[in-house]
Each structure stands twice: as structure tokens, then as C-alpha cells.
């Protein structure tokens, strides 16, 4: 800039016109040679840059704040097959990772050891950003995809991760999906010359870039929500009152048929969300995290009761229909079901403990969730007691089937007791 003011001083001489416009053209360019998109909400610097013509690297310089798991950026439109390089803290949390990696749908992308991308000096955490002041290697071009370097409009992506810690050095760390991101193109042709002095340099100011779509996106995972809030009342509301119907209300079982019929479904209806975020995640998409495998247990388990409830009503109502007592196994086969389905109860309490550690919620949160699980426990108990006690009828047998005696000697004309 010095040296343009200088020669616009000397200008007035016409014969220096000429070359004052090529020296001027000549700095601009040399300035310039970098598109930067700056997004304000999240004090996130995207800069880019194309060295000469005949290199085959990209230039990048990617700055936001470290309050964020991570800060990633893509070449490309979409999450699928996009090149992305993600930066996040090192384990001494003064040096950065950096990660290149792909994913081929809309899951957690995985690293590409095969894209060789260095860091330059200037990376780190810095002021409390994360900095990456690098180069990536032969990136114009990768399997599924590529930069059009001529273009005005070059589709990129970037992604911010959630406040949640990460400082690592394993390229292959893992990622929680992103609480923000955006689309955004860039003027390859204003970022394409010799970098000197254009990248690397920490600027509030978009220039070459601009957002696209609806801009920086808030990321709310809907599914995630709706995964926990239905287990959340499946296990607090809809199984204890289930519970409360089949144990004190014996004499209506079409309630506890109604009843259940409505916990499983809800337990189905959290289910398919659970599976949807399962596969957007390298650490759950094998189904072997114990919050994946004891649900699916319980599910199994309790599918297993509703067929067992229903064959018992059917024995059930087929012995009354032929005026006889339910066979003596019946009585027995209730135990099961009232213990097992309490058994299924408790489990699914524990496994949404399991659920908010597997997502990393506070420690205050899954602390909060196991004090208010156990109170509803500890405050049902007693209910669940009493009710039993005052429903109770005297025994006229063992206590194994008095329950089912119940019925028949109620209706029993000469009232034998
Ligand atoms: C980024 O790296 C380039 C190339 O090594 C260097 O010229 C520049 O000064 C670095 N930027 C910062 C902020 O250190
Ligand atoms: C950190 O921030 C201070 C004040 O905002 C600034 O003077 C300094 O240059 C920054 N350092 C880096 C490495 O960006
Ligand atoms: C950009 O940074 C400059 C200097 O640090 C500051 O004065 C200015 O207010 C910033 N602008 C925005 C939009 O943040």
C-alpha cells in the first residue's frame, strides 16, 4: 500500500501512467490473492487460497473460537463426498489437530490418511481460537469429487462442533455432530495467485466469499431430542403407570391391555430415531455401545412380555368362556409377566442414564435424570404397596394363584369362600 501512495504521488507525470496502473494491478493482485468469508455470529474466518496455476495444493487459514469442539471446512456442496478438513485442540491443547477426512452420506465423516495437509506456523490455540494456518496437498482433486478453480462460484461447507472438550491428537477422534454450519461460495479465480502476504492473515472481513442458503445454520438434532424425550416418558410416566394398572387394577385387564399397548408403541416410536443417529456416528453405527446393546436387549425382552400377555388373556378368556378355572400354569405365567414387565421397567430407567452418558451430556445432567429416575421409584413404591394391600382379597389358596382364583369365586353363586 506504501508503494502505491508513493507512486500516485509520482503520478502526474503522464508517462507514468502506464506503468503506475501495472504496479497497481501488480499489488492489488499480490494483496488479494485469498477469498475470506467471515461469519460474525460465530467469529469464524474462512480464508482460501490457490498458489499459481501450476500447483496442485490449497492454501487455508480457518480461525474460531475454541469454545467450539471444532471448526471443519469443505470443498464441495454437500456433507457427502465433500473434502473436509477438520481442526480441533491437541492433546497439550496449544498445538491443533488437523483431519482431513470424507463421508459418503449425511454420518460423522471419517479420516482420509491419504490427504496430506501441514500446518504452517501461526497454527495453535491462540487467543482462545483455534487456529489452522495450512496447506493441503495435491487437494484439487480427490475421488469423488474436485475444485473448479476458474469458478466465481466454488461450493464450500463449514461446520462448528458443540461445547463439548476435545483436545487430541488422533486424526481419527471423535466427533459429535455440528451445533452449526452454513454453505458458502468462493471466487476461486480472486483466490487463485502466489499467497505472499495474502493468507495467513487474521481479518474480520468477507471478501471473494459470500453465504448462501439461509446462512449460518443452527444445528438442533431433532431426532436425538426425540429420542430422549420419548424414552424420557416412557420410563417416568407411561411404564409406571402401566405398572400401576396391571398390578392394582387386576379386574380390568382391558386397561392394562390399552395401557401397554401404548408403552410399546411409544417404545417403537423412540426407537426409530434412536437407529436414525446410530448410523450418523462411527462409534454407534456397529450397535455395540452398552446404551445400544441393553436397549435392544430390553426391547427384545419386552416384545417377548406383550406376546406372553397376550397368549395369557387368551388362556385366560377361553377357560372363562368354558366356565373353568385358568389351568394351574397360568398363575405362574402371571408371576412372570408382572415381574418381567417390572424387570423391563427398571431397565429402561438405567439404559436412558446410559443414553445421556453416550451423549455427553453434563455431569449435572445425567445426575439430575438418576436423582429424579430414583424418585419416582422411591415415590411409587409406597403407592404401588398400598394399592396392593387394599385390593388384596383374603387367600383362599397358595399365593401363587389367588389372583385368578379372584374372579371365579366372585361369581360364585353359594359365595364359597
Ligand atoms: C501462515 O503460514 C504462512 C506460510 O508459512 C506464513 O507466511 C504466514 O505468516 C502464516 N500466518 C501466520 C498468522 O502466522
Ligand atoms: C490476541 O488478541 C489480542 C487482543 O485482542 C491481539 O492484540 C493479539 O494480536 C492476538 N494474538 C493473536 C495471535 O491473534
Ligand atoms: C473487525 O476488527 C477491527 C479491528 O480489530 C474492529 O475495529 C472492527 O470493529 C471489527 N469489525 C467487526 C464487524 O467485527
Known sequence: MALLGIFARACPVFAWLLLCLLFGQIAQAADTAVSTLFVPETNTQISVNLPGDSSDDVNFYI???DWYQYVAIGFGSDHANSLMLVAYPAADYNHITISPRFSTGNTEPIFAPEIKVTLNAGSGIKNQSIIANGTCHGCRSWATGSINARSTKQPMIFALGPN???SSDNPSALLRRHMGYGHFEVDMIK????AAGGLGVPTNIT????????GLERDRNKAATAHGILFAIVALAVAPFDTLVAGALKRWP???AISSSLYFAMVIGALVPGIMISKE???TQKF???HQVLGLITIVIMFGMVLWGIALMVIKKSAKKRGQEPPESSGLMSKVHTWVGRLVWLLFLINNGLGLKLSEQTMMFVLGYAVLAAGVVIFLLPVYFCIWRCTRKPKPKDEDSFELHDTIYNQNPNGYR
Open 254 to 256: 382391558t386397561l392394562h
Open 63 to 65: 480461525s474460531a473460537p
Open 207 to 214: 471478501s471473494g466469499a459470500v453465504l448462501v442458503g439461509d
Open 281 to 283: 456416528h462411527i462409534l
Open 288 to 290: 455395540s455401545t452398552g
Open 191 to 194: 483466490a487463485t495467485g502466489a
Open 164 to 166: 463439548v472438550g476435545l
